[in-house]
């Protein structure tokens, strides 16, 4: 049977979930799913209106019920859903009246076990119960802690008797991973619905699956800890920001020439104003790829210039970060060495030698532990504490790749952000 690809339409706007599907059919996708989030913010009305324009499309309705089965599920058929789904954490006698209403309904039952450890003992009973689908499922927020629905997938893959779906950041790369495993249902979402063009990444899944192949992507997927300079390097501070909740970054530290990309992790640095012994005795602990942040007071005199610089650049050092002052900025931007720091001035301090190296600073309220990750460019500066750095930028990926679509739907459709995003609705009340 031929592997069904089911793009999920997790907007909370109609009208880009709409767009997003049209797209996605051009491109080959099978079943729609109205995502949790479209049923949240529009109900039913959403199902209504996509079975209106897709009238012979196999629609699913990602209810996520967990309780009050039977209502939820008639709520969906009438609606004009084909599949409605139930959570597998829900209790036994609300999975079972799910799968009685959709018989009597007439629409079928996917039990959706959403990183469910019950998995293994529940499955004989809900087949036995008759669901129609059983889904294995990685919810977006552990994606973002590193976690996958793979593991789980090959444990219970030849354990089950009907029909498996899978989700859970699936893309064009790891799409076979998922058919091999024995998934019937591949349900894609954000690899589509933030694609530029979701025709073309629809394609490339079921591409993946006709040619056996993996095709490589360089968005959509979540990093481990190995892998954040490398993401880092795709994404701005802001990225960063609206991922962690708009988290502060460093303020009042300046760079030193625009288009700067500032990135490596940190050496810390306290000195006393002007003593630029510990900052100069930092160079030569660093490691290649690191970053000098040196904590001078936030006033001068001067702890950094060019012969720091060019010691640095020696060391193969990323940047500088200074609250308080450096000088010799001319020679320092012919160099290309990303510095930001608040004060420029003439005058040098003295090698006085107080202070400490690689212990906790804090710079305009944030804390920075030697080995953070830091990031700067013309925005300002973050900062990533390294045993949560893969999380922070999973969720500045996030949101990288919404805005990439965003952009993609301002400029073609010669539109503008508040009418994509529907600002006006979703203004506080
Ligand atoms: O069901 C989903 C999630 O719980 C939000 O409603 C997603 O549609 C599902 O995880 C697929 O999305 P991606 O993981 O982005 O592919």
């Not at 977006?140 to 629905?149: L, S």
């Not at 992507?217 to 991922?243: H, Q, Y």
């Not at 005795?281 to 060019?310: F, M, N, S, Y």
Request: some cysteine.
């Amino acid at each position: 049977m031929a592997v069904i690809l089911q793009v999920a339409l997790d907007f909370v706007d109609l009208h880009r979930a709409v767009k997003v599907a049209q797209e996605a059919i051009e491109g080959g996708a099978d079943w729609l799913e109205i995502g949790t989030p479209l049923i949240k913010s529009e109900g039913m009305n959403a199902i209504r209106h996509f079975r209106k324009l897709f009238p012979a499309v196999t629609l699913v309705a990602d209810m996520k019920t967990m309780d009050a089965g039977r209502t939820e599920v008639e709520m969906a058929a009438k609606a004009g859903a084909n599949i409605a789904v139930v959570m597998g954490h829900a209790p036994d006698s609300t999975i079972r009246e799910c799968i009685e209403a959709g018989r009597n309904y007439g629409i079928k039952i996917c039990v959706d076990f959403m990183n469910d450890s019950k998995i293994d003992e529940h499955i004989t009973n809900i087949e036995k119960w008759g669901a129609d689908y059983i889904a294995v499922h990685t919810a977006i927020d552990d994606q973002m802690h590193g976690e996958t629905p793979f593991n789980m997938l090959q444990r219970i893959g030849s354990k089950v008797k009907i029909p498996i779906a899978v989700a859970g950041g699936i893309n064009s790369e790891n799409v076979l991973d998922t058919v091999n495993a024995g998934a019937s249902v591949v349900i894609v979402g954000g690899y589509i619905t933030k694609s530029k063009n979701a025709k073309v990444a629809a394609e490339s899944i079921k591409n993946a699956i006709r040619e056996n192949r993996r095709i490589c992507t360089t968005l959509f997927k979540r990093v481990t800890p190995e892998e954040v300079r490398d993401a880092l390097m795709k994404l701005s501070t802001a990225n960063i920001s609206d991922g962690s909740h708009r988290a502060e970054g460093i303020t009042g530290l300046y760079p030193i020439y625009t288009n700067m990309k500032l990135l490596g992790n940190a050496v810390t640095v306290r000195t006393y104003p002007g003593d630029w012994a510990k900052p100069v005795e930092a160079i030569d602990i660093a490691k290649e790829g690191d970053i000098i942040v040196i904590d001078a007071g936030g006033t001068g005199p001067a702890v950094w210039g060019e012969l720091a610089t060019h010691s640095a650049l020696q060391k193969k050092i990323r940047g500088v970060v200074i609250h308080g002052a450096m000088r010799d900025v001319a020679e320092i931007r012919k160099l290309n060495f990303p510095a930001f720091t608040k004060m420029v001035m003439p005058m040098a301090g003295e090698p006085k030698g107080f202070g400490e190296i690689n212990v906790p600073i804090r710079i305009s309220g944030i804390q920075i532990n030697p080995g953070d990750w830091i990031i700067g460019d013309d925005d300002g500066l973050m900062v990533l504490p390294q045993s949560e750095a893969d999380i922070m930028v999973n969720y500045g990926m996030d949101c990288l790749e919404k805005e990439n679509r965003i952009r993609e739907e301002i400029i073609s459709e010669k539109s503008s952000l508040g009418k994509v995003i529907d600002v006006l609705k979703w203004e506080k009340r």
